[in-house]
């Protein structure tokens, strides 16, 4: 139940510190390391490549995914929308194995996959919310988010749970091929949930934001480079899904390749900088935007701040910015709609689980 919270959402956003402990805590084993289901780390250890399948979030969550396991495990990853996949469908390796991402664990498109590659006789593994649902059912291995039902429409604490059951498996999978890691996980998720504390009070100033940028405007922007790019684009979901705000998350790259067309007087640009080896260029980027009259608002990491920043999250392992980054994008949205008079937790058109192709 949501208790004395308005909406399921803000329940949801406000309960990702708990989560991530519980994550931690339930793939720790008694010596207090990471440990992952041997079978699996078994079908991690053959496969030349993995495929990750999901949509909306979860797929968002499979771009962050990628990037830890070909990071930390050195095993290629490529990310698919499920349902491009079938008419898309790419050579495949010869080992391959499916990582199906999915807080439901019911969503169609998704399982049209899993069925057609169970078919070809590969194996696959489901990261969901719901044990014993159908894609968990259904696929050689489940790994489990423990992220509590997920009641409101968008999603939050099962995106940032995925990304960090992601992280254990990119982790544990690195050290039994005994790739030397020169992060202590455990240590660094829990940075991480502090980290998603002082953001989830910091409800006050997120709403300002909200108010400030998105009350009145048809559209916004999502930029960032590298990690922050895969934030980006789920800051943009969440905002369209529940305020309608037109919006579009891009690399600050691609700027000039086109999307520049659209920043008028005023258009709201919301950039990300988390990432040291980019902070320069995607700084760049937004004068480039406010040259031409946007509005931008910059949410930076502490240590690579500069004097115009909106706000300044936590530091946390650069890797592992989008659990903490992603919050503030999550607040904005949810007071965007809620200045909107929407729905938050039913937006239109919208289901919670997508059972139909
Ligand atoms: C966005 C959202 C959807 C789902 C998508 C996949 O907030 O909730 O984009 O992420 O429908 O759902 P699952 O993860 O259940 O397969």
Not at 59 to 80: D, N, S, T
Not at 187 to 197: F, P, Q, S
Request: net charge negative.
């Amino acid at each position: 139940e949501k208790g004395t919270y308005p909406h399921y959402m803000l329940k949801e956003i406000d309960e990702q510190p708990l989560v991530v402990r519980r994550i931690i805590q339930e793939y720790q084993n008694e010596a207090g390391e990471l440990e992952i289901n041997a079978d699996i780390l078994e079908a991690m250890n053959e496969a030349d490549r993995i495929y990750i399948i999901a949509a909306g979030t979860s797929y968002h969550a499979g771009l962050v995914g990628k990037h830890f396991i070909e990071k930390m495990a050195q095993i290629p990853v490529e990310v698919h929308v499920s349902s491009e996949f079938g008419y898309n469908m790419p050579l495949l390796s010869e080992k391959p194995l499916f990582i199906f991402i999915t807080q439901s664990g019911e969503t169609a498109d998704s399982r049209a996959v899993l069925v057609h590659i169970k078919e070809l006789g590969y194996n696959a593994l489901t990261i969901t919310n719901v044990a014993g649902s159908t894609l968990s059912r259904e696929a050689d291995y489940t790994l489990l988010l423990h992220a509590g039902p997920e009641i409101a429409v968008a999603s939050t604490k099962a995106y940032t749970a995925q990304m960090a059951v992601l992280a254990i498996l990119a982790d544990v999978t690195a050290r039994s091929k005994g790739l030397m890691q020169n992060l202590d996980l455990v240590k660094e998720l829990g940075i991480v949930a502090n980290g998603m504390e002082v953001l989830c009070d910091a409800k006050e100033e997120m709403e300002e934001i909200a108010w400030q940028y998105l009350t009145t405007t048809r559209n916004a922007f999502f930029i960032g480079r590298g990690l922050d790019y895969f934030v980006g684009l789920e800051g943009s979901l969440k905002l369209k899904e529940i305020s309608y705000i037109q919006a579009e998350g891009f690399a600050g790259g691609e700027l000039k390749h086109g999307t520049i067309a659209l920043i008028e007087d005023g258009t709201p640009v919301i950039a990300l900088a988390t990432q040291e080896h980019v902070n320069l260029s995607i700084r760049g980027n937004v004068k480039e935007v406010a040259a031409r009259g946007a509005n931008p608002c910059i949410i930076s990491m502490k240590g690579l701040e500069a004097d115009d920043d909106r706000y300044v999250i936590p530091v946390v392992n650069e890797l592992l910015s989008p659990l903490v980054s992603v919050i503030p994008l999550q607040l904005i949205s949810y007071y965007a709609a809620l200045h909107r008079d929407c729905d938050v937790d039913k937006p239109r058109n919208l289901a919670k689980s997508v059972t139909v192709e």
